[in-house]
């Protein structure tokens, strides 16, 4: 083997340059470095490497998207990694948490407007002691709405409570329950699962009373009807709304 001594090799016509022939190896040894100065590095369409690849940036060689591996491949984040997502992803499955809203309402309040049980609630009926609001970012996502509700009554009756959107006359979710006696407050829960099916502000809304007929009495939330507010306030009734990304 001879060696070459030289500071520069240019093509001897034309502007391309060729080292070496089809099937043959250069050698860059362990200390020496490639320094690309404003220039351009044409690589091959497929770069393999069985141990490692270091670079600070992967930017697509043309357009604005680029893929990594292919179908059937499996990239993984060894522990103590982090991915640090500074943008939006997508195409990941869903399930994802995109937002989360939340009223919480500890303060008394009463009302005598009856919600029958025989059908759809109507936004006239019973008495509205709570709102929420939230805007989706998607049309197609998901929204989990979850309602707790510390409702009583003056008497021994049912109790009940339905969830409106904005100024739909039909309740879309709801609940009751038979109050053993009166001037004591229970605790209802229930959730409704939907399509958000806009990128507007939409609100939900809280109506609670008691039936027409026998029985029927004063509805009281978060306390008594007599008694009024239990706990001081912090035995709150709320809504929490969940966007989920599909």
């Avoid at 939230?134 to 197609?140: E, G, K, R, V």
């Amino acid at each position: 083997m001879s060696l070459l001594n030289v500071d520069k090799i240019d093509p001897n016509s034309g502007t391309a340059l060729e080292i070496g022939t089809s099937g043959d190896t250069v050698t860059v040894p362990s200390g020496v470095g490639l320094t690309l100065t404003n220039s351009t590095l044409l690589l091959p369409t497929t770069i393999t490497s069985t141990t490692e690849v270091k670079t600070n940036k992967i930017s697509p060689a043309t357009g604005v998207a680029f893929a990594l591996g292919d179908s059937g491949d499996t990239f993984t984040v060894p522990s103590g990694a982090t991915i640090d997502n500074l943008g939006t992803a997508t195409g990941f499955g869903g399930g994802k948490i995109v937002q989360v809203v939340n009223v919480m309402d500890g303060a008394y309040a009463s009302g005598t407007t009856v919600m029958e049980t025989t059908t759809i609630p109507q936004n006239t009926e019973g008495d509205e002691y709570m709102t929420l609001a939230i805007t989706p970012t998607s049309a197609t996502n998901k929204l989990l709405i979850n309602v707790t509700v510390n409702i009583g009554a003056s008497t021994t009756v049912l109790v009940c409570t339905a969830l409106f959107q904005d100024s739909t006359a039909n309740a879309i979710g709801g609940a009751m329950m038979g109050i053993g006696r009166g001037d004591v407050a229970n605790v209802l829960t229930y959730s409704h699962y939907m399509t958000s099916g806009t990128t507007s502000a939409t609100t939900f809304k809280v109506r609670c009373g008691t039936p027409s007929g026998a029985g029927a009495g004063t509805c009281s939330f978060n306390g008594g009807s007599s008694t009024g507010l239990f706990f001081g306030g912090v035995m709150s009734s709320s809504i929490t709304i969940m966007e989920i990304e599909v």
